[in-house]
């Protein structure tokens, strides 16, 4: 089946820095979306991506879908210590098929 | 926003037991609802797709006797892990996917702990 890459596992920063995360998959998604999850929650959409090359923010929060549809990155600027947790890529297939594939997660650390 | 309320948010239970997990979509009709299972530290994997009115459709790998789902009505999807063991314990989360836009809304989990 399907695998997603996801690189780094985890990220220790100082507050203020900028942070980026990537995923890469072995076959094609048409959808890809980021997701972050605070422990003993349930994850929460931050960014979700429709077309290759699409390049979207939410507030500090940029994500671009890349043109080969195999891959997609995660910047967050200047990062505050509410940043921290758990950083999730999933991409979908979509048409009829709403399933989500999840990478391993990029574990996110801010120092103030 | 749409809402995924997850039933309940933790649970420790005897082995041999059995536990119900309800996830219920609480302002919108979700036709599909998926279960997932999560390790510590380690990422989302899913179990079964639930479908309204129909068997779900579970992953290889998963018992569907063990993991019973039932997704009886457009808000309400049950997960339900039969004879529980140790082994079993995991933090499970289900997804709702909402019919008019597509979109998923995640529910906040439950931590199963089996002793």
């Known amino acids: 089946g399907q695998q997603l890459n996801q690189s780094p596992q985890s990220m220790f920063i100082q507050e203020g820095e900028d942070v980026s995360m990537n995923c890469t998959s072995s076959?094609?998604?048409?959808?890809w979306l980021w997701y972050k999850q605070d422990p003993g929650e349930g994850p929460v959409l931050l960014i979700a991506l429709y077309k290759a090359g699409e390049l979207t923010s939410n507030g500090r929060l940029t994500a671009q879908f890349g043109i080969t549809r195999k891959d997609s990155f995660l910047n967050i600027s200047a990062s505050i210590p509410s940043d921290v947790g758990i950083y999730f890529c999933a991409g979908q297939l979509g048409g009829s098929n709403y399933k989500l594939t999840f990478g391993k997660g990029t574990l996110l650390t801010v120092n103030p | 926003g749409a809402v995924v309320s997850q039933h309940p948010s933790w649970v420790i239970c005897k082995s041999g037991t059995s536990v119900k997990i309800e996830c219920r979509s609480l302002?919108?009709?979700?036709?599909?609802m998926f279960w997932y299972r999560q390790f510590p530290k380690q990422s989302l994997m899913l179990m079964a797709t639930s479908n309204e009115g129909s068997k779900a459709t579970y992953e290889q790998g998963v018992e569907k006797d063990k993991f019973l789902i039932n997704h009886a009505s457009l808000t309400l999807s049950t997960l339900t892990v039969t004879s529980a063991h140790p082994e079993d314990s995991s933090f499970y989360i289900c997804?709702?996917?909402?019919?008019?836009?597509?979109?998923?809304?995640f529910g906040s989990g439950t931590q199963l702990s089996v002793l």
């Open positions: 302002d919108f009709q979700a036709t599909t």
């Open positions: 997804s709702a996917r909402q019919s008019t836009n597509e979109k998923l809304f």
């Open positions: 076959s094609i998604f048409n959808t």
